[in-house]
């Protein structure tokens, strides 16, 4: 067969799939569904390759034939023409914004948790370099980022960042597109330093000064904000995985939260036993909700239709009288009590159970805590009861602190 003719590609287009040569290793490639297309093939280090040109709606086979050996041209030159294609597609990575896009579709199907490292680079690294072009980035923006996030005394997040700016300039190396990482010379000791083990937990006294205060500022203390501390101190549970929790995973009837596994951050499912004052809580924001899919639906425009990551440290930061990108600090609400955050309510919790004398075993599984070790893999037995009965305990403890206090 010889060279392929544009009323024979009409015909083609419409006819069985297949594959037509027009010559020198152009081909019209008709699939059995979906639109036809050009394809180019040819070998390189004895191997046989395959590069799609384009649609045959969107190129006519004059310019396909252009195409093709434009192609092969650069194949003779020793230029395998797929490799082009992908420094081609790469030169639009022109700055740091274009790069985090690029290594963020990495991140999506690598990391379980793909939102933090986003959320640090957008608000906390994007506002200084985010449209600066990669070659122009300096160690001294990068410092700039880090002392910014520093003076906002979130040593933490001034590490995470450190971590995330050289993982991204990183990959800007392995794409060819920069040539040094400006974030390579920093340690942790130049971010937020050495990191603490944390062990802050509240005790009953604290506890009371901190929802009496919550109360009694309910202007900047929203309700749902009280009432998601509520829930966390006397369920365990961790942040993300109540403040993103939709209805459908629970069960008041039963009283009964059944988190799924994609969820937790430990990777293990959990059926939580929601005691009284729990389920009371939760009846109140269901019609809080208004409706809607989430427990804690977000309030302000928001891509996310819950509330978001940093809403429930923010407000208690706020009350210590500390408020973020803000020149005139609000007034210390708490005195001089120490600062915690909402993972500390957390941690509360099974101090709280700890005191309470719950055992061990049943406290660390109403954390959903993965059991280590031999006795993880035959120890299967949830405590589903013997949790019910130490979160009910613990329940009714904080009820009469909580409720009391109630805005």
């Known amino acids: ?85 992908k420094r081609a597609n790469q030169s639009h990575i022109k700055t740091t914004d274009d790069l985090f896009e690029d290594w963020h579709k990495t991140n999506i199907q690598r990391l379980k948790h793909h939102s933090i490292p986003e959320r640090i680079y957008r608000k906390d690294i994007a506002p200084h370099i985010g449209e600066f072009s990669l070659d122009s980035v300096t160690a001294r923006d990068i410092r700039g980022v880090l002392n910014a996030i520093a003076a906002s005394n979130r040593p933490s997040i001034a590490n995470d960042a450190l971590m995330y700016c050289k993982q991204l300039f990183n990959h800007g190396i392995k794409l060819d597109v920069i040539t040094a990482n400006p974030a390579s ?40 904000n009280y009432l998601a501390c509520a829930l966390l101190v006397i369920l ?49 924001l269901k019609v809080r909700a208004c409706g809607s899919d989430y427990v804690f639906p977000s309030r302000r425009t928001s891509k996310n239709p819950h509330m978001g990551s940093d809403t429930l440290n923010r407000a208690i930061t706020k009350l210590f009288g500390h408020e973020a990108g803000k020149k005139k600090q609000p007034v210390n609400k708490m005195g001089d009590m120490a600062h915690f955050t909402v993972h500390d309510l957390r941690r509360t919790c099974r101090s709280l159970l700890a005191a309470q004398g719950t055992p061990g075993h049943v406290a660390e599984r109403c954390l959903n805590h993965k059991v280590r070790g031999i006795e993880g893999v035959y ?14 305990m613990l329940s009714n403890r904080l009820a009469g602190i909580i409720n009391s206090s109630q805005n």
């Open 379 to 392: 120890n299967q037995y949830d405590y589903l009861e013997e949790r019910c009965g130490a979160l009910d």
């Open 236 to 284: 365990g549970v961790r942040k993300s995985e109540l403040a993103e929790a939709p209805w459908k995973e629970f069960n008041l009837d039963t009283a009964l939260w059944t988190l799924p596994k994609e969820r937790s951050k430990s990777g293990v499912g959990i059926t939580i036993p929601l005691s009284t004052i729990a389920k009371e809580w939760l009846l109140e």
């Open 1 to 85: 067969m010889g060279k392929l003719t544009v009323k024979e590609v009409q015909g083609l287009v419409k006819g069985e799939a297949g594959r037509y040569a027009d010559g020198d290793g152009l081909y019209l490639a008709v699939p059995k569904s979906g639109k036809a297309y050009w394809m180019l093939r040819y070998t390189t280090n004895k191997k046989r390759k395959e590069m799609t040109l384009g649609k045959v709606i969107d190129i006519s086979l004059a310019d396909a034939r252009l195409n093709a050996a434009v192609n092969m041209k650069q194949h003779r030159d020793g230029l395998d023409p797929l490799v082009a294609k």
């Open 185 to 224: 010379a920093f340690s942790v000791t130049d971010a937020g330093g050495v990191e603490k083990s944390k062990d802050r937990a509240l005790t009953i006294k604290e506890l009371t000064q901190f929802f009496n205060t919550a109360s009694d500022n309910n202007d900047s203390f929203s309700r749902d």
